[in-house]
């Protein structure tokens, strides 16, 4: 297992990868970005339909997997300190579950998105597969 946390994304989706710069820049996480795409799904104990349909957060100690919006609390939680306390807000009820519900509505809705592409509407397997 890696020494710090992942969180695998969608690298084929222009919001999602422009949702990890911003995080990067700003909330500073301790966790390692990696498209899902790039990634060893079968030895992170992950399917390529779990992680083509939301965000990721694999934990550095036993390997947890956590989805959607408590991944993004996970991220916020991993990041500097003022950040902290939106993670924590977030896993609490009844915050979670519209934290949950706005995270479905966002992920199925991201290729209208600013910087999402029709590509980010289409299931994994029917996209074009890179000519490397």
Request: aromatic share 10%; with cysteine; charged share 20%.
């Amino acid at each position: 297992m890696a020494d710090q946390p992942i969180l695998l994304f969608d690298g084929d989706c222009g919001f999602c990868s422009r949702s990890i710069e911003i995080a990067q820049h700003v909330i500073q996480p301790r966790v390692q970005f990696i498209p899902w795409q790039f990634a060893d799904l079968a030895a992170l104990n992950v399917t390529e339909d779990r992680a083509d349909r939301e965000v990721l957060w694999i934990s550095a100690a036993g390997g947890n997997v956590y989805g959607g919006a408590r991944a993004l609390a996970a991220v916020l939680m991993s990041g500097r300190r003022r950040w902290w306390w939106l993670g924590i807000v977030l896993r609490l009820p009844p915050v979670s579950w519209v934290a949950r519900v706005a995270y479905r509505a966002v992920a199925k809705n991201r290729h209208r998105l600013p910087g999402g592409t029709a590509t980010c509407s289409l299931p994994a397997h029917a996209r074009a597969k890179p000519d490397c």
